[in-house]
């Protein structure tokens, strides 16, 4: 059913205009402590759905495991970060991009788009799983340092730190601890629990947009493009910085697709729950809408760059390549 396929962006839009329209319920929500629970959701559900048993395959592979942490949690903020604080764009756009360019790899996409590319799925499914818990504990120093470059925001590294590790970290544990006990049942019902996962997710840009519909509505359409364009370069630097660097370290054809595909992603969930847990006295909440519409066209941007770059990848030989 398309509708479920394309859940996620189609999802994303329509809460996008929802709370434009109608933003009362969004904000009523809001005052609740209904982000939080989102997000809690979010992580339990991706711990429960985490087959993390193939991870041992990939060891092996650990040179290209190196480069796509340090890519991921380190290389990519720092070039992203320093293109999106020099795009045409209001304060609160390029914010927004520097929050989206300091986050870890994707949870599901991007294993979902090696696999469709005939990459290494198990080295996907390790980068997904190191960076997300690494992210919790780099996540907060990188971002306090990209955002005390934009010159007006400071914020509490520390204070970000256990917030993320309640948030994130211990949902995602408690989802494999459930795992453990209820593995089959969890495979045999993914689909289902991953439209609750997408749900949870869906709701928090709601409740922000509705907060922020009257600012919303006065961004400039050109504003609009300039930042979607925006987000496609820096998502294409990223493809071309990572793809360089895995020709010249001369990983095989899967490897690279892996490390490229998830070297070059960032993930919306966390972007998300970052910015719903920077104080409103940094950040108050009519501008977290704004903050937020980078992060969600730089990860819809991405993921249809890289759906179309997978299916091209899909019809490569590996053996025809001279990096095997």
Same mark, same amino acid.
């Given at each position: 059913m398309f509708l479920r396929r394309q859940m996620l962006p189609v999802g994303l839009l329509t809460v996008a205009i929802i709370g434009l329209i109608?933003?009362?319920?969004?904000?009523?929500?809001?005052?609740?402590?209904?982000?939080?629970?989102?997000? *809690? &959701?979010?992580?339990?559900? *991706?711990?429960?759905? +985490?087959?993390?048993?193939? $991870?041992? %395959?990939?060891?092996s592979a650990w040179p290209a495991t190196l480069w796509g942490m340090t890519s991921i949690l380190f290389v990519t903020p720092a070039v992203g970060v320093a293109v999106a604080? %020099?795009?045409?764009? !209001?304060?609160?756009?390029?914010?927004?991009?520097? $929050?989206?360019?300091? /986050?870890?790899?994707?949870?599901?996409?991007?294993?979902a788009l090696t696999s469709?590319?005939?990459?290494?799925?198990? +080295?996907? #499914?390790?980068?997904?799983?190191?960076?997300?818990?690494?992210?919790?504990?780099?996540?907060?120093?990188?971002?306090?340092?990209?955002l005390g470059a934009v010159g007006s925001i400071?914020? *509490?590294?520390?204070?970000?730190?256990?917030?993320?590790? @309640?948030? &994130?970290?211990?949902? @995602?544990?408690?989802g494999r601890l459930l795992r453990l006990r209820l593995g089959d049942w969890a495979d045999a019902r993914r689909s289902n629990i991953?439209?609750?996962?997408?749900?949870?997710?869906i709701s928090v840009p709601w409740m922000k947009f509705s907060q922020s519909s009257d600012r919303l509505a006065a961004v400039a359409p050109d504003q609009l493009l300039i930042l979607i364009g925006a987000g496609l370069v820096i998502h294409l630097l990223y #493809?071309?910085?990572?793809?360089?660097a895995t020709r010249l370290f001369g990983f095989?054809?899967?490897?690279?697709?892996?490390?490229? /595909?998830?070297?070059?992603?960032?993930?919306?969930?966390?972007? +998300?729950?970052?910015?719903?847990? &920077?104080?409103? !006295?940094?950040?108050?909440?009519q501008?977290?809408?704004?903050?937020?519409?980078?992060? &969600?066209?730089s990860h819809l941007g991405q993921i249809f760059v890289d759906a179309f770059l997978a299916t091209r990848w899909s019809t490569i030989d590996h053996e025809s390549d001279g990096g095997t």
């Amino acid at each position: 059913m398309f509708l479920r396929r394309q859940m996620l962006p189609v999802g994303l839009l329509t809460v996008a205009i929802i709370g434009l329209i109608w933003p009362a319920p969004g904000r009523a929500m809001a005052l609740l402590p209904t982000q939080y629970v989102a997000v *809690s &959701i979010i992580f339990l559900c *991706s711990g429960l759905l +985490l087959r993390t048993q193939e $991870i041992r %395959h990939a060891v092996s592979a650990w040179p290209a495991t190196l480069w796509g942490m340090t890519s991921i949690l380190f290389v990519t903020p720092a070039v992203g970060v320093a293109v999106a604080l %020099h795009a045409p764009l !209001e304060d609160s756009f390029r914010l927004g991009l520097a $929050i989206f360019c300091c /986050m870890p790899t994707t949870l599901s996409s991007g294993i979902a788009l090696t696999s469709q590319a005939k990459g290494n799925t198990a +080295l996907a #499914l390790l980068l997904t799983v190191s960076t997300n818990l690494l992210g919790v504990f780099t996540i907060p120093f990188v971002l306090a340092l990209a955002l005390g470059a934009v010159g007006s925001i400071t914020l *509490s590294a520390e204070s970000l730190l256990v917030k993320l590790c @309640l948030t &994130i970290l211990l949902p @995602l544990i408690a989802g494999r601890l459930l795992r453990l006990r209820l593995g089959d049942w969890a495979d045999a019902r993914r689909s289902n629990i991953t439209v609750v996962s997408n749900l949870a997710l869906i709701s928090v840009p709601w409740m922000k947009f509705s907060q922020s519909s009257d600012r919303l509505a006065a961004v400039a359409p050109d504003q609009l493009l300039i930042l979607i364009g925006a987000g496609l370069v820096i998502h294409l630097l990223y #493809l071309a910085l990572n793809g360089g660097a895995t020709r010249l370290f001369g990983f095989s054809v899967p490897v690279r697709k892996a490390v490229v /595909m998830m070297a070059s992603q960032k993930t919306l969930p966390v972007a +998300l729950t970052v910015l719903a847990l &920077i104080p409103d !006295e940094v950040l108050s909440a009519q501008s977290k809408g704004l903050v937020a519409i980078p992060c &969600i066209t730089s990860h819809l941007g991405q993921i249809f760059v890289d759906a179309f770059l997978a299916t091209r990848w899909s019809t490569i030989d590996h053996e025809s390549d001279g990096g095997t």
